[in-house]
């Protein structure tokens, strides 16, 4: 072995030193790591495929998680590592982003999961109340997850936080997040095997608005109407801030081919929501 003297160990010790705490920052570690036992449950359940439009699709197998001894445990550990989690250390917009989001998706998992009259899980969102029954609150208005010692609800996390005015000052909102929170439902965008962490949000937020817009459910275009997903209506506003326009953030996401479609267009129709649990049985991709 290559004799170094101290003066060269040392020095190469504070490089290796200084470059880890540089990694450490870039990579937000709690932010990655704390959604250890969220990955654990994706990479365990979660089903993706393409289709032959070049879009995405996905489902979880509830039924396989609540089969599996381990499922029970990664809830309960994921749940406590969210509730003891400092929300002031998201301090980027890369850290902020990929921590919301994946904390949106992992609860309207666990409520799936752990919610289930006489033991059978629901066929959608909706039947925990608020449209089919409105003296119960939907799933969404529940103030019931906890994250740093505080109860959000899902619509706190997306509507107040994700799409709210402080993300706004910041710069920090992103019409494309319409694409990366996930409901759950067969009509939602694609969730996605892998967390959002500070490296891969910005790749996967494009990444899944164009891999929406390549499948019928979200986008398709019939003779010179263009068929959007309802999420356009919905949260029009949101979009038009972003691109100017529906068309325009389309244009901004799209593959060309979408894009030169789209032009063609003259007016808008939009799809029914499909508020079917996203489970496999639920989609013809996966039969």
């Given amino acids: 072995m290559k004799h170094q003297s101290p003066a060269v160990r040392i020095g190469a010790m504070l490089l ?12 937000a570690p709690a932010v990655k790591h704390v959604f250890n036992d969220y990955q654990t449950l994706l990479n365990s359940y979660l089903q993706e495929k393409r289709t032959a439009n070049g879009g995405l699709v996905s489902a979880f197998d509830y039924e396989a998680a609540l089969a599996d001894d381990q499922t029970e445990g990664l809830l309960d550990d994921q749940s406590e590592q969210l509730a003891a989690f400092d929300v002031s250390t998201l301090d980027t917009r890369e850290q902020a982003l990929a921590f919301w989001n994946n904390a949106y998706n992992f609860f309207i998992i666990q409520q799936i999961l752990t919610e289930r009259g006489e033991g059978e899980l629901v066929s959608s969102v909706w039947d925990y109340g608020g449209r089919y029954n409105p003296f119960t609150d939907n799933v969404f208005e529940r103030q019931m997850f906890e994250i740093d010692g505080r109860d959000y609800s899902l619509n706190e996390i997306e509507k107040g936080i994700l ?6 000052e910041k710069g920090w909102k992103e019409a494309r997040v319409h694409f990366t929170v996930n409901c759950a439902s067969v009509g939602c965008p694609p969730l996605r095997e892998s967390i959002y962490t500070s490296d891969n949000i910005d790749e996967l937020m494009t990444e899944n608005t164009r891999l929406a817009f390549n499948t019928d459910r979200h986008l398709r275009v019939e003779g010179d109407t263009l068929h959007l997903t309802e999420l356009f209506k919905w949260y029009e506003q949101d979009f038009v801030d972003e691109g100017g326009s529906v068309r325009g953030f389309i244009s901004q996401w799209a593959d060309e081919a979408i894009v030169e479609k789209v032009e063609q267009t003259d007016s808008i129709e939009y799809i029914d929501y499909d508020w079917s649990l996203n489970r496999p049985g639920n989609f013809p991709e996966f039969r």
């Fill in 16 to 27: 290796v030193a200084t470059a880890a705490a540089s990694v450490s920052a870039n990579d």
């Fill in 163 to 168: 799409l709210g005015a402080e993300f706004e």
